[in-house]
């Protein structure tokens, strides 16, 4: 399967087309013209299964408690998933205190040093979006036991039942009773989404090497099922026999664009949308803000967002995210190299 720098670039396609569609969503309910919830919610949620699906991909025979040549472990994996989150997610929650002119000491630890995850996220997070990430380092650091149960089809199908069953029952007990808004703290939690991310590592695992075009045929059938209905509330499109089968359609969708475009106009297309996924995510809501107070029409306002904060990810990508995730491995590996050497001093000594 050809690849660019160890990516599927298929799915990092895939990645840089739902966070605008979450942006366009985001958008468009903010601006009260529609409210397509099927694109905010489902949107989100295939990013957990490309996460595992990558994951998988790229660390399934890497990834060891005691490193041999060629492999690296938890800890330094955990460390470069923390290198590639937190530059972009602090700058954005300093700009945030700025720009409101606040600063929670505890709320803002929490979120810049990533732990909100393991907490309440949906309460937690400051920023638009934000509960996502939290949740994602929570499914990075349990990535290494989730693969031991992808070793056996049986015990892997298992698994993957008792999640989505998990996600299901999860939903309808914190839902039931009230909206969807109002128990955003209680079912926002990792255990709600466990699914998507292990069905991706399942993706990585099983998909065979089909041809392109039959897949982008089938992610288009699968794209249309998910976002052409958009529901008329939130736990219409979560909840009960709907909310399973869109489940499942978004690990389809996953499934569906895991390829690598053969020509390299394609490939460049795909790593472009991969390369500015992250920051249009969070960036545009801080965008859309700022901008707020403008006299500007409605058009002009979502296409200034989407401009801008397209632009502005792939210039920090480029020039600060990238250095800085550098400078973070870096550092880490040289203060590590520091310990080992003044402990094989001290036992020559």
């Given amino acids: 399967m050809p690849t660019s720098s160890n990516k599927i670039l298929g799915l990092e396609l895939l990645r840089g087309l739902c966070a605008l569609i979450v942006a366009l969503y985001h958008c468009l309910t903010w601006s009260d ?42 800890g330094q994996f955990l460390l470069k998933r923390f290198a590639r989150l937190v530059p972009l997610l602090a700058a954005c929650v300093l700009f945030l205190a700025v720009m409101g ?4 000491v505890d709320s803002s630890f929490l979120n810049i040093s990533l732990l909100f995850g393991f907490g309440a996220p949906g309460a937690t997070s400051l920023l638009t979006g934000g509960w996502s990430i939290g949740i994602e380092v929570v499914l990075y650091a349990i990535f290494p036991a989730l693969l031991a149960f992808t070793h056996s089809t049986r015990v892997a199908i298992a698994a993957l039942t008792a999640l989505i069953v998990l ?11 009230t909206d969807f808004i109002g128990a955003w703290s209680l079912h926002i939690q990792p255990a709600a989404f466990m699914c998507f991310f292990f069905g991706g590592m399942l993706i990585a695992k099983w998909m065979p090497r089909v041809a392109p075009g039959y897949l982008i045929v089938a992610g288009l059938a699968c794209a249309v099922l998910l976002f052409a209905f958009p529901g008329t509330a939130p736990s219409s499109i979560v909840l009960g026999a709907r909310g399973l089968l869109l489940t499942l359609v978004s690990l389809a969708i996953v499934a569906a664009f895991f390829w690598s475009p053969a020509n390299r ?18 960036i545009h809501p801080l965008v859309w803000n700022a901008s ?30 990238a250095p800085a995730r550098r400078f973070i491995v870096n550092l880490a590996y040289r203060g590590r190299a520091a310990t080992s050497a003044t402990s094989t001093s001290s036992r020559s000594a």
Avoid: C
């Fill in 33 to 74: 013209l529609a409210h397509f919830y099927s694109w905010g919610l489902y949107g989100v949620y295939v990013f957990f299964g490309i996460s595992g699906a990558v994951l998988y991909a790229n660390y399934h025979a890497s990834l060891a408690l005691v490193p041999g040549p060629g492999q690296i472990s938890i």
């Fill in 101 to 104: 002119n606040t600063w929670a």
């Fill in 167 to 177: 996600r299901m029952a999860l939903l309808h007990f914190t839902l039931r009773g």
């Fill in 265 to 282: 106009f394609g490939a460049a297309t795909a790593k472009f949308f991969g390369d500015i996924s992250y920051g249009l995510y969070l």
């Fill in 292 to 321: 707020a107070g403008w006299q500007l029409s409605t058009a002009a306002h979502i296409a200034l967002t989407l401009g801008v904060a397209t632009a502005a990810a792939w210039l920090s990508l480029r020039f600060y995210e």
